[in-house]
């Protein structure tokens, strides 16, 4: 049952629902609270407890559906946006970098990044000169912690990167491994590596739901003996020792069966 129950909250679920119980939160404060006259959103005592309502629910609907990216990229862009023009600059700065990171780690950053990041950033500066009614020098310093902001996070990112790849094995040598690997961040199919359909739903579900041997017997109605062996095969054709090894190797990708 504590096995099911770790399965089913994973890291995105525990993000899903934390961002559920602040937005709540915020959609009742913003009801029982004055709303800030400065700011340019118009009818703001109406309009900001139905954001925070309406990102509420959509938060909910994530902790449902945890890959479906869009929707929480989504209430994190609008959440920056309403609160950075309401006059809580700080925090707005603070969500969209979030935002940024978590598309990076989601690896949804990777392809194509000019042509998402700059209308990303293009929002970010046109909803700080929302911050303009509350003070030129407000407005001065939300810029100056945008910049921060995202340098600290990009430092943070590119340390944890190089310290990752500074641990990973040999293997990820393409001479090694004789098969064809795409580009780091994209799709890869695990049936192009030369595995039986056995050893892919093995894979899949070791790395979507951390199963162990003892969880893949039961699931597939086969002896820990037969997984072991099907999974030392498995790495046998895929080039690797382990299977630490193995999760290094496939989490640089979006993998599929």
Same mark, same amino acid.
Request: one cysteine or more; charged letters at 20%; proline letters at 3%.
């Given at each position: 049952?504590?096995?099911?129950?770790?399965?089913?909250?994973?890291?995105?679920?525990?993000? $899903?629902?934390?961002?559920?119980?602040?937005?709540?939160?915020?959609?009742?404060?913003? %009801?029982?609270?004055?709303?800030?006259?400065?700011?340019?959103? @118009?009818?703001?005592?109406?309009?900001?407890?139905?954001?925070?309502?309406?990102?509420?629910? &959509?938060?909910?609907?994530? #902790?449902?559906? @945890?890959?479906?990216?869009?929707?929480?990229?989504? +209430?994190?862009?609008?959440?920056? +946006?309403?609160?950075?023009?309401?006059?809580?600059?700080? !925090?707005? +700065?603070? !969500?969209?970098?979030?935002?940024?990171?978590?598309?990076?780690?989601? /690896?949804?950053?990777?392809?194509?990044?000019?042509?998402?990041?700059?209308?990303?950033?293009? +929002? !970010?500066?046109?909803?700080?000169?929302?911050?303009?009614?509350?003070? =030129? #020098?407000?407005?001065?310093?939300?810029?100056?912690?945008?910049? #921060?902001?995202?340098?600290?996070?990009?430092?943070?990112?590119?340390?944890?990167?190089?310290? %990752?790849?500074?641990?990973?094995?040999?293997?990820?040598?393409?001479?090694?491994?004789?098969?064809?690997? @795409?580009?780091?961040? *994209?799709?890869? =199919? %695990?049936? $192009?590596?030369?595995?039986?359909?056995?050893? *892919?739903?093995?894979?899949? $579900?070791?790395?979507?739901?951390?199963?162990?041997?003892?969880?893949?017997?039961? /699931?597939?109605?086969?002896?820990?003996?037969?997984?072991? /062996?099907?999974?030392? $095969? &498995?790495?046998?054709?895929?080039?690797?020792?382990?299977?630490?090894?193995?999760?290094?190797?496939?989490? *640089?990708?979006?993998?599929?069966?």
């Amino acid at each position: 049952m504590k096995r099911e129950i770790k399965r089913f909250f994973t890291e995105e679920r525990i993000l $899903d629902l934390g961002g559920f119980l602040i937005l709540s939160v915020a959609a009742v404060i913003s %009801l029982m609270v004055e709303a800030e006259t400065r700011t340019i959103l @118009p009818a703001p005592e109406i309009t900001i407890p139905v954001i925070n309502s309406l990102c509420a629910l &959509a938060a909910l609907v994530q #902790f449902f559906f @945890p890959n479906k990216h869009i929707i929480s990229y989504s +209430v994190m862009l609008i959440q920056s +946006v309403s609160t950075i023009l309401t006059g809580y600059e700080t !925090l707005g +700065v603070f !969500l969209f970098t979030a935002l940024i990171i978590l598309m990076f780690c989601n /690896k949804d950053l990777r392809n194509h990044f000019y042509a998402k990041f700059i209308p990303l950033l293009a +929002v !970010l500066l046109l909803s700080l000169f929302g911050v303009l009614p509350f003070g =030129l #020098f407000r407005f001065i310093l939300a810029f100056a912690e945008s910049v #921060f902001f995202l340098s600290f996070y990009f430092c943070i990112y590119k340390k944890l990167e190089n310290l %990752l790849s500074s641990i990973a094995p040999a293997f990820r040598s393409a001479e090694k491994l004789n098969i064809s690997l @795409p580009e780091a961040g *994209q799709t890869i =199919l %695990l049936s $192009d590596l030369g595995l039986n359909e056995r050893q *892919q739903n093995f894979i899949f $579900d070791i790395l979507n739901s951390n199963s162990s041997y003892n969880d893949l017997s039961q /699931k597939y109605y086969v002896s820990t003996s037969t997984v072991k /062996k099907e999974m030392a $095969d &498995a790495f046998r054709l895929v080039g690797v020792k382990n299977l630490e090894e193995l999760r290094i190797l496939l989490l *640089q990708y979006r993998v599929r069966r």
